[in-house]
């Protein structure tokens, strides 16, 4: 397999094996968050707040490999 | 006569949002000089039904043989004069055929409605309109008669001249790369767009086209126009901030103790700013850092939408510019540590604030891991909105083209706008974007101020999950 075949196939495999790590990741955020509010809807606002920063950091690992893939689309 | 002026008036509504769309959809998938040509021609033919509109008034209306009434005609008589003037030069200028479809358009408007309603009021339709099936049936063989038809038309037309009519409209624009949707939907298009698409593949794909790419293209070949394709985020997002400084010139230029209009929008824009930062930051801190991140907010904001609007583009999908922006607040976040606690206590806030042995002997651990911290953050700052931004307008460009490879003729010079419905995914996260970067680098901030101990918990443990 020479390199450009590797980086068309891997470059997809990567952004996707990296969604099913974050998509995990927003779904237990998204849940606690839920169930938070839930259990105190009076500080809605609070855990709105907290789950949108951390879920931005849990999907900023998603856009880590979708900037990859755009450096280095330009090889394949 | 009322009656026949309200007509008219429903008339020109009509014909000004259906040319509006139809120039844009020319202007998209077609060529931006042909939508240009379109939208001046129904212009210009409105402006002649308004003229005309007012000759009749002033010459048969209530007004006419007083002087009020001559002075009307006569302006309207010069109006008219001036309109075939600049109707002569737009003839020299820009394609004909277009600019005779704008101005039968408003005449079209007038024939269409005239006719249903005639038909809205006859036997025939209310007999089809009442019967549920009957309806159905009609609509799916109006759409049937339509779609083979289309076919036919195109595919005659295509035999006849194959895709002249078109090459020569895009040839004047080809320099630019000039086809707003991905060139490789359209074969007929394709020899041309070979080598732009080279030029501007260095980001990845090649996403809308836009006025400044068109304007460079237009002079191409001269210093400017290579100093506009170089720096086209810049003049975008100079733009944008234009834009932003004169709505605030605009807004609190006559400031009133009752706003309304555009200074009630922008006082509770930033009003809303206001709670929302001071929540964060408490009371003290607050609105000292409001003009920063109320100003990060916003410009963020309206760059991310701003790609939105056709034929322009977002700022924030280039990596420049959001480095720019991350590395700005990095700078103000480690300025504001070394003012706020001075160059020992920065020293000791990167050292974890050591106070016993255990502190102490863990220092030489903490120093490179908050260094490392914190040239992480303008990276994952710049990395996340760019990602976003970039990614938001990829998906719009991938189904914009998918939109034009779906009609099975490919010849039509359009094609269906699936885009669309993207459009409220990229509301949202334009707007979480900005809201992210601005609660992130209020949060870098909130961690360099000296550490009080007030009751307000959420925010803290925020903070640290932040970090």
Known sequence: MDMHAALALGLPLGIGVAAIGSGIGLGL?????MQAI???PEATAKIQLAMIIIAALAEALTIYAFVTMFLLQGKI | MNMGLEFLARVRKTSAWLGGVLALMAATYVSPLLGVAFAAGGVWSLCNLQLLEKLVVSMMGPVRSTPQGIRGAGLALMGMLLLLAAGAVLLTLLSPMALLLGFLLPLAVIVLKAASQLLLGSRLWGGIVNHRFRAAFAAVAIAAVTWFALGALTSATAENHPAASHAGDSAASAGAGAHAADPHAEPAAEGEHAAPGGEHSEGGGHGFTNVVALIAGA???TA???????????VFSLLVAALMLLVAFLASRNPKMIPSGLQNLVETLVEGLQDFIVGILGPKHGPRFLPF????????LAMNLFGLIPFMHSATANLNVTVALALTVFVYVQFIGFKELGPLGWADHMLGSPRDLTGWLLAPLMLPIHMLGELAKPISLSCRLFGNIFGEDMLLVAFASLGIAMLPFQQVPFGVPMQAIFYPLVLLGGFLQAMVFTV???IYILLMLPHEHHDEHGHEEAAHHAH
Do not use: D, N, P
């Open chain 1, 29 to 33: 955020i998204g849940q606690g968050a």
């Open chain 1, 38 to 40: 839930g259990r105190q």
């Open chain 2, 219 to 221: 002079g191409h070949g």
């Open chain 2, 224 to 234: 400017w126009s290579a100093f506009l394709e170089h720096y086209e985020i810049l």
């Open chain 2, 293 to 300: 991140l109320g100003t990060l907010f916003l410009y963020i």
């Open chain 2, 440 to 442: 992130l680098s209020t």
